[in-house]
Structure formats: C-alpha cells, structure tokens
C-alpha cells in the first residue's frame, strides 16, 4: 500500500509541541522590512500559536514528522 508522504513545505514552517500545538513564525519577516511600520515589526518577532481550527490539517500533513 501506498504510505502518505510529509509535505515537506509544512514540516519547514511548522512545529509540533509536546501537548499537540502547533507553533509557526509569522509571515513578512524575512525582507522589505524598510516599508512595513515599527508596530508591525515588533508584532512579528517570535513565535506564536496556530488557532485550534487548523490543527489538525497540520499534523495530518506532518505526517508524524516535526523538529
């Protein structure tokens, strides 16, 4: 039988923490931070949370594959 593949995309974006949450970095933070307001870059550091209503998507993709 065919087995499903980790999508490799998720697994470099998103982590699975011990307690079955899913933590992601946000988006906008890599380049052209120059047009983006002070507010907006504080905002963005770190890590964060992913609502519960896409949880579950994520660990199915994952696959059982996180850091």
């Known amino acids: 039988m065919p087995k499903?593949?980790?999508h490799k995309g998720?697994?470099?974006?998103?982590?699975v923490t011990a307690n079955g949450k899913?933590?992601?970095?946000?988006s906008g933070t890599?380049?052209?931070a120059s047009r983006k307001t002070h507010?907006?870059?504080r905002n963005r550091r770190?890590?964060?949370?992913?609502?519960?209503?896409?949880?579950?998507?994520?660990i199915?993709?994952?696959?059982?594959?996180s850091y």
């Open 10 to 15: 998720v697994k470099k974006r998103f982590r």
């Open 22 to 26: 899913v933590k992601h970095r946000f």
């Open 46 to 58: 770190g890590t964060t949370v992913l609502h519960e209503q896409f949880t579950s998507q994520i």
């Open 60 to 65: 199915t993709v994952l696959n059982g594959e």
């Open 4 to 6: 499903q593949k980790t």
């Open 30 to 32: 890599s380049h052209l």
């Open 39 to 41: 507010k907006m870059k």
